[in-house]
């Protein structure tokens, strides 16, 4: 049972807790690798976040599912560390911004490319996403969240949700597109 | 200009679209060219994000977390403890019920002795007493976060079985506040949760009833219109009856009848639609009650219930004395006695869901719409005919009146006589008296 898990690593009981996230730890994870972009900052941050959770186990109410509130952890968790570097390195909005107005005029079909040769992209495309956009890519379509659910975890209104993915999925495209 | 159908686009992806918005969005992109391009990228990113596959956890990703979570663990304890002195002691001790507080209080002169000592003092003399203190300060820390049952503070935890006691309760009162918070409502990402709460219905659940009054031209039609719908589904009639009306039984042979039907939730509206359109209805009420939150109070209390009594079975493995085996026994019996009365109306609501009552009363009438017959040609034939009807109707009445007096005079003539004597007695006495 869940509950009694998580009453146990309320009480500090590290198996419990680690029996606790042994279905959600590959998916805390995936977030992080998506949201930072390699395999070393992703280990950090899911390690970071899901010690993060831990100590604030007893702050879980219960009013939504664990998983979700176990998520939007991991996803603060990069945000926070993307903010950090983020000041001493170059804004990623505008950046995007400008090769994409460069950019658009380029018209060559994107079906022209080789799948796998474009997969190994998305995550560079998704890197140069802003860390609002990225994690609602990274829900919405990699994850497999219903905007309701994406809403609840980034504690957002939907109609907030639904813009965001529509922007960032053009965007996203772009950038795909403008690399290749 | 073409920014609205990129929203319609992105809508498309993921299935939030309506039929029409479809069709506008294929015909915009039919025509414009750089949208059709848009449309056909934006699809393609959206299969190459869909094949991203999940990436493995690194490889020593659990053995390292575990090394911190055990790190983590200590300094939360650590801190429990030192946050335990002083007035937050007092603090925690209030908020226990009356039969810990002494025992609390005894504790948390304990422990701010044991620390004052400890921190004053070098480590390795008191260790053994800093340890025990450190458990103290959790149960007290434990009992405040979680709000559980605050008798299980201070009971005395010398053997096993007690131990196990005092958990199982722990865990009911914890269940329990999970399920208050509404934690069944939503389906636990777990899989052991789905699969034991699957024999639960999920979504609402709701009785509807419905009581119908109607009038009908032709109850025979209207009566299998009401078997059609429920034949080959799992409604029927459970009840029916039907007389003819004894006021009309001469000329139409009108019936009136009453049915109790069960209808599957699915084709309840349809079902009272059917009978509605057989004629004109005089009474319709349609009942719902919506029993969901007493539903899922029910079963998460069997789900607790549940949990006791898989602890009671594992203590009652444990037990060796014999008085504790009958006192556990009875206690499996009385809990499992109460989780098939709750499951018993658990499935009773889930029938009441399922198979929706209507109860419907059929009155057969001659026409719906009653009118005023028109004058016919024949009133002054008719108007003859009544009025020798009524001319026989007197001579034979007299006739009658005649034949009866005949065929009675015989008594008649005795009871005049005796009439004619009783009233001169009568006279006579009167008579006297004046």
Redesign the interface.
């Known amino acids: 049972?869940?509950?009694?898990l998580i009453?146990k690593s309320?009480?500090?009981?590290?198996a419990s807790?680690?029996l606790l996230i042994q279905?959600?730890?590959?998916?805390v994870?995936?977030i992080t690798?998506r949201m930072m972009g390699n395999?070393h900052d992703?280990?950090d941050m899911?390690?970071e976040a899901?010690?993060k959770a831990?100590?604030a186990i007893?702050q879980f109410?219960?009013?939504?599912?664990?998983?979700t509130w176990l998520y939007r952890i991991a996803m603060n968790t990069c945000k926070d560390e993307l903010r950090k570097r983020k000041e001493a390195t170059l804004p990623l909005d505008e950046r995007i911004d400008t090769m994409t107005e460069a950019d658009r005029a380029q018209?060559d079909?994107?079906?022209i490319y080789e799948?796998k040769e474009?997969?190994a992209k998305?995550q560079g495309a998704l890197d140069r996403l802003s860390a609002d956009g990225k994690e609602v890519?990274i829900l919405?379509?990699?994850l497999g969240y219903s905007?309701e659910e994406i809403g609840r975890i980034l504690e957002v209104p939907i109609g907030t949700v639904?813009s965001r993915?529509?922007r960032n999925?053009?965007m996203?495209?772009d950038i795909?597109?403008a690399e290749a | 200009m073409c920014d609205q159908y990129k929203t319609l686009m992105n809508a498309y992806i993921d299935g939030d679209i309506t039929e029409a918005q479809i069709k506008e969005l294929e015909q915009h992109v039919a025509h414009c060219e750089s949208c059709m391009i848009e449309f056909e990228e934006l699809k393609y990113v959206k299969t190459l994000l869909d094949e991203e596959v999940l990436m493995p956890l690194p490889n020593d990703f659990d053995e390292r977390l575990h090394q911190r979570l055990l790190e983590a663990a200590a300094t939360v304890e650590r801190k429990e403890e030192n946050e335990t002195i002083g007035a937050s002691v007092m603090g925690k001790i209030k908020k226990l019920g009356w039969k810990s507080r002494a025992l609390g209080g005894v504790a948390a002169v304990l422990i701010i002795g044991v620390v004052v000592v400890k921190t004053a003092l070098p480590y390795g003399i008191y260790m053994g007493g800093s340890s025990d203190t450190a458990a103290a300060a959790n149960y007290i820390t434990a009992e405040e976060s979680t709000e559980m049952a605050p008798q299980s503070f201070g009971i005395s935890y010398d053997n096993d079985t007690a131990a196990d006691v005092a958990e199982s309760k722990a865990v009911t009162a914890a269940t329990e506040a999970r399920g208050a918070d509404g934690g069944y409502e939503s389906p636990e990402m777990t899989s052991n949760d789905s699969s034991q709460n699957s024999q639960y219905r999920n979504g609402r659940i709701i009785l509807k009833t419905a009581n119908l009054s109607i009038d009908v031209e032709s109850y025979d039609e209207t009566v299998a219109a009401i078997k059609a719908i429920l034949e080959g589904t799992e409604g029927y009639i459970e009840s029916e009856q039907t007389s003819y009306k004894t006021r009309y039984t001469d000329r139409d042979n009108l019936r009136y009848g009453s049915f109790v039907l069960r209808v599957p939730a699915d084709l309840f509206d349809q079902m009272l639609d059917s009978i509605k359109a057989n004629g004109f209805v005089n009474y319709d009420n349609v009942n719902s009650e919506d029993v969901t939150k007493y539903y899922r109070d029910t079963a998460s209390q069997v789900e607790n219930l549940k949990i006791t009594e898989n602890r009671l079975r594992e203590i009652l493995e444990k037990a060796t004395d014999v008085s504790d085996i009958l006192e556990i026994e009875n206690e499996l019996t009385r809990t499992r006695r109460e989780i098939d009365a709750l499951t018993n109306q658990l499935k009773n609501w889930e029938d009441l869901a399922d198979l929706s009552y209507v109860y419907v009363e059929i009155d057969e009438v001659e026409s719906l719409n009653p009118t005023i017959e028109p004058i016919d040609d024949s009133v002054l034939s008719k108007a003859k005919e009544g009025f020798i009807d009524t001319i026989n109707a007197i001579v034979k009445t007299t006739m009658e009146i005649f034949i009866w007096l005949v065929a009675k005079s015989p008594v008649l003539l005795i009871l005049a006589i005796l009439a004619g004597v009783g009233s001169k007695i009568w006279r006579k006495k009167r008579h006297k008296k004046i």
């Open positions: 049972m869940e509950s009694k009453e309320i009480n500090g009981d590290v807790f680690e279905k959600y730890r590959q998916y994870y995936n690798y395999s992703a280990d899911a390690q899901l010690i831990f100590k007893h109410k219960g009013d939504s599912q664990f998983s018209t079909p994107l079906l799948q474009l997969q998305v890519i919405r379509d990699i905007y639904r993915i529509n999925r053009i996203l495209k795909l597109k």
